[in-house]
Each structure stands twice: as structure tokens, then as C-alpha cells.
Nanobody
């Protein structure tokens, strides 16, 4: 299984940014996929998760601002980040909980 994230950049607070994660090597449309993030010195936390049927779950800190979605035809999951805040600065990781695959991470830096 290979996960390839893209879209991480340095941005100012506010506005929108979209991260993408291409998932290769599995039958994508039968697996849940998640985004996690890890800020310096902190643990890795769940940002959002989406089931094969499109049911979504969000971490409390991003509810109402971030949206996870998936395109099964492209084997890709997206994270739309709106109203970015400096505390969103972290390395964002794509994850397929089963079988426990992780991407290499993409850095998002939000300045005030």
C-alpha cells in the first residue's frame, strides 16, 4: 500500500487550502481513510476520517472548518481546510487504518 500526500504549503491565516492523498495498492473504495496531524512536540491527532460509504468524523478542533471527502474513481481522499489558524500548523498524514498504512506527511504552516 502506498499513500502519497500533496498540497502542503506555507499560508497565511484565513482562506482555503486543499490537501490530497492518492492511495495505491488496495481496493480503495472498501476502506476508511483518515487524515492525522502532528505539531512539533505534540502527539499525532486525528483530524478527520471518512468511511467507504462517506460517513465522516472530525476532531473537535477542526469541526466546521475542515471537510474530508473522497473520489473513489481517482483513489484519492481530500482535506479541504477553511479558515486556517496558526494552530493548524503541523505535518499532515494520510492514513488507511486497516491495514495500518501511512503516507510520508506534508507540512502545512499557517502564519498569523
Amino acid at each position: 500500500v502506498q499513500l502519497v500526500e500533496s498540497g502542503g504549503v506555507w499560508v497565511q491565516a484565513g482562506g482555503s487550502l486543499r490537501l490530497s492523498c492518492a492511495v495505491l495498492g488496495i481496493i480503495f473504495n472498501i476502506y476508511s481513510v483518515a487524515w492525522h496531524r502532528q505539531a512539533p512536540g505534540k502527539q499525532r491527532d486525528l483530524v478527520a476520517r471518512i468511511t467507504p460509504g462517506g460517513v465522516t468524523t472530525y476532531g473537535d478542533s477542526v469541526k466546521g472548518r475542515f471537510t474530508i471527502s473522497r473520489d473513489n474513481a481517482k483513489n484519492t481522499v481530500y482535506l479541504q481546510m477553511n479558515d486556517r489558524k496558526p494552530e493548524d500548523t503541523a505535518v499532515y498524514y494520510c492514513n488507511v487504518p486497516t491495514p495500518g498504512a501511512w503516507g510520508q506527511g506534508t507540512q502545512v504552516t499557517v502564519s498569523s
